[in-house]
C-alpha cells in the first residue's frame, strides 16, 4: 500500500466516527459535504464528457426517482446501467460522478447512474424497485437493444444490480455484468470482516449498522436478494466480473461468491487489488493500483470477446 493511501487512511480513522451515534440526516449532509470539500485530492480532477443530463423518472409509487446521463461524442451504442454505494443509508449519484464520467470517456458507452430512495425511510426491496422501474422506463424509452446492455454496481449498488437482474431475467437480458466489491451475505461472521473490520475506510460496526437500516429483520438475512450468496443456482446471471481489494472486509464473501458461480459453470473472471481497501474506485488520485482497476474495468466493456 503506498503512502498516499496510507496518509489518506490516517486521516481519515484518527477520529473514529460511530455513524450508529449520529442523526441521519447530519451524517448525509457530512459525508456529502465531506466529498465535495476532498474530492479533487482523493478523486482527481473532474472528468469531461460531450454530454452530463440530469432527469427525474417517476418510479411505481410516483415518487421521482434522479438518473443521471452521460454521453461521448460518438457514443457506440452499448449502454450501461450504474447504481451507486453508500450503504443503502447515504451518499447518492454525485459522489460517484467521476466513476462515470471516466467509464463513458474511455469506453464510449452511454451511462445512466440511477438514484434511488435511502434506508431507514425506505426499506427493502424499496431500492431495488426504485432501479428496476427506471431501467425499465430507459429501455422502453429510447428502445434501447439487449445485445447492447450492460449494469454495473458499486458496494450496495453491486448487491442490488444482482437482485435487478434476477429480477428482470424474464424481461431484459444483460450482456455483462460488473461488480465492484459487493456485499453478497447479510450475515457477517467472515474472517475477513474481522481482519479488516477497522482502519480500511468501511469498518464492521458501521457495516452492520447500515444493514440493519436497509432491512427489517434478520430473518431477511438468508433471502437470496438480500444476501446473493444464498441463490440456488446462478442461471440468471450474465458474464459476470468482480473486483475486491484485498484490504476489504467483505473480501471472503465476495471471494465465496466468485467461487459459488463460477462451480455452477457460468463466466465470471475476478480481478484482486491485494494492497486496496473497500471503495477504492473513489480514490483515484492515491494509488497507481486504483489507475490500474480502472483500465481493467474499460477493457472489461472495450474487449471484443469471441463468439
Known amino acids: 500500500m503506498g503512502l498516499r493511501l496510507r496518509f489518506f487512511l490516517w486521516l481519515l480513522h484518527r477520529k473514529p466516527d460511530q455513524i450508529s451515534s449520529m442523526d441521519l440526516n447530519q451524517y448525509?449532509?457530512?459525508?456529502?459535504?465531506?466529498?465535495?470539500?476532498?474530492?479533487?485530492?482523493?478523486?482527481?480532477?473532474?472528468?469531461?464528457?460531450?454530454?452530463?443530463?440530469?432527469?427525474?423518472?417517476?418510479?411505481?409509487?410516483g415518487y421521482p426517482i434522479r438518473v443521471r446521463s452521460y454521453q461521448s461524442k460518438i457514443p457506440?451504442?452499448?449502454?450501461?446501467?450504474?447504481?451507486?454505494?453508500?450503504?443503502?443509508?447515504?451518499?447518492?449519484?454525485?459522489?460517484?460522478d467521476n466513476f462515470c464520467r471516466r467509464v463513458c470517456r474511455n469506453?464510449?458507452?452511454?451511462?445512466?447512474?440511477?438514484g434511488y430512495r435511502l434506508s431507514p425511510?425506505?426499506?427493502?426491496?424499496?431500492?431495488?424497485?426504485?432501479?428496476?422501474?427506471?431501467?425499465?422506463?430507459?429501455?422502453?424509452?429510447?428502445r434501447?437493444?439487449?445485445?447492447?446492455?450492460?449494469i454495473c454496481g458499486d458496494s450496495a449498488g453491486g448487491n442490488m444490480a444482482i437482485g435487478m437482474i434476477y429480477?428482470?431475467?424474464?424481461?431484459?437480458?444483460?450482456?455483462?455484468?460488473?461488480?465492484?466489491?459487493?456485499?453478497?451475505?447479510?450475515?457477517?461472521?467472515?474472517?475477513?470482516?474481522?481482519?479488516?473490520?477497522?482502519?480500511?475506510?468501511?469498518?464492521?460496526?458501521?457495516?452492520?449498522?447500515?444493514?440493519?437500516?436497509?432491512?427489517?429483520?434478520?430473518?431477511?438475512?438468508?433471502?437470496?436478494?438480500?444476501?446473493?450468496?444464498?441463490?440456488?443456482d446462478f442461471d440468471f446471471l450474465p458474464p459476470t466480473i468482480?473486483?475486491?481489494?484485498?484490504?476489504?472486509p467483505l473480501y471472503d464473501q465476495v471471494m465465496e461468491f466468485t467461487r459459488k458461480v463460477q462451480a455452477s459453470g457460468k463466466s465470471v473472471a475476478l480481478h484482486q487489488y491485494p494492497?486496496?481497501?473497500?471503495?477504492?474506485?473513489l480514490l483515484h488520485n492515491l494509488s497507481k493500483s486504483v489507475k490500474k482497476a480502472y483500465r481493467d474495468v474499460y477493457r472489461v466493456f472495450t474487449r471484443v470477446d469471441p463468439g
Open 28 to 61: 448525509r449532509k457530512q459525508v456529502n459535504k465531506s466529498w465535495k470539500t476532498n474530492r479533487r485530492w482523493i478523486d482527481g480532477r473532474l472528468i469531461n464528457v460531450n454530454q452530463v443530463t440530469d432527469e427525474l423518472i417517476n418510479n411505481r409509487h
Open 76 to 96: 457506440n451504442g452499448k449502454v450501461l446501467f450504474y447504481l451507486h454505494g453508500g450503504g443503502w443509508v447515504g451518499r447518492n449519484i454525485d459522489t460517484y
Open 107 to 114: 469506453t464510449a458507452m452511454t451511462v445512466y447512474s440511477i
Open 121 to 142: 425511510e425506505t426499506k427493502f426491496p424499496g431500492a431495488i424497485e426504485d432501479g428496476l422501474d427506471v431501467i425499465r422506463h430507459l429501455v422502453s424509452r429510447h
Open 144 to 150: 434501447l437493444d439487449e445485445n447492447k446492455l450492460h
Open 167 to 232: 429480477l428482470l431475467r424474464f424481461e431484459i437480458q444483460f450482456q455483462k455484468l460488473l461488480l465492484l466489491y459487493p456485499p453478497v451475505s447479510a450475515k457477517l461472521d467472515q474472517p475477513s470482516m474481522e481482519a479488516y473490520g477497522q482502519g480500511f475506510i468501511i469498518e464492521k460496526d458501521n457495516i452492520t449498522w447500515m444493514r440493519d437500516q436497509y432491512l427489517d429483520s434478520p430473518e431477511q438475512f438468508v433471502d437470496p436478494l438480500v444476501s446473493p450468496l444464498y441463490h440456488q
Open 242 to 248: 468482480v473486483t475486491i481489494g484485498g484490504k476489504d
Open 275 to 281: 494492497t486496496l481497501p473497500h471503495g477504492f474506485y
